[in-house]
């Protein structure tokens, strides 16, 4: 059973100029890996730091080593495409843009050639002087979209997805035997959320839901049954790229499947506008599952009251006790390292994070 974590945030943070400048570099041939590596530590050390003095009770590095929430599998797997793939998208203005996505196509056999995410774990484990939470996408493939075909020498989807599973569930153990103390995985499920969308999925939603269920549970029970104290959570995401993208539609439809048979410790939901519905759904959550209400936004600069985060959380609390509660931001500050992917500058986030820790404080103390 992990701990509570009243005060928590999703994982990205912010990349300040130096390390949007240093990745272009790296990508230019300008500079070494190596150098690359010291700016990178650099501000990791500074996120850490903005988080300590905000008060969060969770700190993370940030995310600042990858390009996306997505990178480590991509440089630690061979077998998927070299470039990620690009689709049109329209803004809220109508203006239409080529966006960037952070899912690779698998062309060839996955094979695992270093660890996922050790590199970042022992820089934590070595500056974090607190506790600190390792992110990781989940290791579900997207069932829509960019890649219909099954690539050789696989016969199905399903034996690619066990390839990654088994991968992911290595990674998770080995993580937790190193001393992480919160393992979180972050899965986007739009798929989900409407009934429109779920049938435009082609198959059983539920059925499938309960597989990547089973999928996931497959990592967090490797974990959970050598280390229990360690702290597992899933991230239910809508999307944040550059705070205009994302399903809509509230948790109601699966609820009551995720909540119980996810076997994680806690759920880090969005809540910070329309789009994610109302609290009704957090009845499903069982008891001894804690659920972060992510109230706060990363999408926009706007920074929320205090009196209002207190008014919600009391809202909250009518469908699942206040001490099955958490708070949060819906989303990552910043989940890509692109020059338009943060939606305020770090001096905001720190404000936002800042008012996370206080009105943590004053409900949970």
């Known amino acids: ?25 790296f990508k230019a041939g300008r500079i070494s890996s190596e150098a690359l590596a010291k700016v990178e530590d650099e501000c990791i050390l500074e996120a850490l730091e903005l988080q300590r003095m905000a008060g969060l009770s969770v700190l993370t590095d940030g995310e600042m080593r990858r390009d996306a929430y997505t990178t480590d599998q991509y440089d630690a797997i061979e077998g998927f495409a070299p470039k990620y793939p690009e689709v049109e998208q329209t803004r809220p203005d109508g203006t239409k843009v080529l966006v960037e996505m952070h899912t690779k196509p698998v062309i060839g056999k996955l094979r695992q050639v270093r660890r996922l995410a050790a590199h970042e774990a022992a820089f934590l484990q070595h500056h974090a002087n607190g506790v600190y939470k390792l992110t990781m996408p989940t290791p579900v493939r997207n069932r829509t979209a960019l890649q219909r075909e099954v690539p050789a020498p696989y016969q199905s989807w399903e034996e690619i997805q066990q390839d990654i599973v088994n991968i992911f569930r290595d990674e998770m153990v080995a993580l937790a035997r190193e001393g992480v103390p919160y393992l979180q995985l972050d899965k986007v499920p739009t798929a989900y959320l409407t009934p429109e969308s779920r049938a435009a999925m082609g198959v059983d939603a539920s059925k499938a ?54 076997n994680v410790d806690r759920f880090l939901l969005e809540f910070d506008t329309a789009r994610a519905g109302g609290f009704e759904p957090l009845r499903h959550m069982p008891k001894g599952k804690i659920a972060m209400l992510g109230l706060v936004s990363t999408k926009n600069n706007k920074l929320e009251t205090k009196d209002d985060l207190l008014r919600r959380i009391e809202e909250a609390s009518k469908f699942c006790p ?37 009105v943590a404080q004053e409900v949970w103390g």
Not at 5 to 24: C, E, I, N, Q, T
Not at 342 to 351: F, G, H, N
């Open 1 to 25: 059973m992990g701990e509570a974590f009243r005060s928590d945030h999703v994982g990205s943070m912010v990349r300040p100029g130096k390390l949007l400048d240093a990745r272009d570099q």
């Open 209 to 262: 839901f309960d597989q990547e269920i089973a999928w996931e549970n497959t990592c967090y029970d490797a974990v959970r049954k050598e280390f229990p104290n360690v702290t597992l959570a899933l991230h239910l995401c809508r999307g944040n790229r550059v705070g205009w993208t994302g399903g809509s539609g509230g948790y109601d439809l699966f609820a009551e499947q995720a909540f119980n048979n996810v």
């Open 322 to 358: 206040v001490e099955q509660l958490a708070l949060g931001p819906q989303c990552g500050f910043q989940s890509a390292a692109n020059r338009d992917g943060a939606s305020m500058t770090i001096d905001e986030q720190r404000r936002k994070m800042e008012l996370i820790a206080e």
